[in-house]
């Protein structure tokens, strides 16, 4: 009888254990897409929330947690727009952080300090320094096109 060697059966198992739940967080993902297109913000904002607590550095994630942000924002009263266009701005710029090449994430954080008052954290010149860094990406992607 051949026995398995016990660190070699240890380390399976927490491998095994410790594996992160794709398939949660693709639920997570799907019902936040979903909840989005429905309208339901505030809801799809918690589900890429859970999604972002499995996978902090995906980009897409906290773009998407960003636009559910601002829709809250853009739909609510005064106090509800301030303190979501602070959360707003925070996850657009984190995406960019994650993933520089992140052009949705980058031309909606550019989109923003554009159109944001100043005391909402807008920032025309900041803007037009991403809009430079969004055209070298564009044409970047043209480019490998060819």
Same mark, same amino acid.
């Given at each position: 009888?051949?026995?398995?060697?016990?660190? #070699?059966?240890?380390?399976?198992?927490? #491998?095994?254990? %410790?594996?992160?739940?794709?398939?949660?967080?693709?639920?997570? =993902?799907?019902?936040?897409?979903?909840?989005?297109?429905?309208?339901?913000?505030?809801?799809? #904002? %918690?589900?890429?929330?859970?999604?972002? /607590?499995?996978?902090? &550095?995906?980009?897409? =994630?906290?773009?998407?947690?960003?636009?559910?942000?601002?829709?809250?924002?853009?739909?609510?009263?005064?106090?509800? %727009? =301030?303190?979501?266009?602070? /959360?707003?701005? /925070? &996850?657009?710029?984190? #995406?960019?952080?994650?993933?520089?090449?992140?052009?949705?994430?980058?031309?909606?954080?550019?989109?923003?300090?554009?159109?944001?008052?100043?005391?909402?954290?807008?920032?025309?010149?900041?803007?037009? &320094?991403?809009?430079?860094?969004?055209?070298? =990406?564009?044409?970047?992607?043209?480019?490998?096109?060819?």
């Amino acid at each position: 009888m051949k026995f398995i060697n016990p660190v #070699a059966f240890i380390c399976l198992a927490l #491998a095994l254990f %410790a594996a992160p739940d794709s398939s949660a967080d693709h639920a997570a =993902l799907d019902a936040g897409i979903s909840a989005y297109e429905d309208g339901n913000y505030k809801s799809a #904002a %918690a589900s890429f929330r859970e999604a972002i /607590k499995a996978a902090p &550095q995906d980009s897409s =994630l906290h773009h998407w947690l960003g636009k559910c942000y601002g829709r809250i924002a853009e739909n609510g009263n005064w106090f509800t %727009a =301030l303190s979501h266009a602070g /959360k707003t701005l /925070k &996850q657009f710029r984190k #995406a960019v952080e994650l993933d520089a090449g992140n052009y949705e994430a980058l031309r909606d954080l550019i989109d923003y300090l554009e159109t944001a008052p100043a005391f909402m954290g807008g920032n025309r010149v900041e803007a037009r &320094q991403l809009r430079r860094r969004l055209e070298v =990406l564009h044409y970047a992607g043209e480019a490998g096109n060819d």
